[in-house]
């Protein structure tokens, strides 16, 4: 198999796994999109803990709601 076969084969790998990936999230109802999972991943594959990711993530999302919630802000 030639070295471009097997890239192709990796690439292809990696996709199936973020499609497997991605459906899984969505069933979970994570509202985490392709690009944000795929960063995600990358992040834990870097050694981010990934309870640690989950909480930075939980956090974001409701400072996010809190800022968007305008009886709620107080700014």
């Given at each position: 198999m030639s070295g471009?076969?097997?890239d192709a084969d990796r690439?292809?790998?990696a996709q199936q796994t973020l499609d497997?990936?991605?459906e899984m999230s969505q069933l979970l109802n994570t509202q985490?999109?392709?690009e944000t999972l795929t960063t995600c991943v990358r992040?834990?594959?870097?050694?981010v803990n990934p309870e640690?990711?989950?909480?930075?993530?939980q956090e974001l999302r409701r400072e996010n709601?809190?800022?968007q919630d305008p009886n709620l802000n107080t700014r």
């Open positions: 471009s076969t097997r690439i292809s790998s497997i990936l991605h985490l999109d392709k992040m834990i594959e870097s050694g640690a990711l989950a909480a930075v993530i709601g809190r800022l």
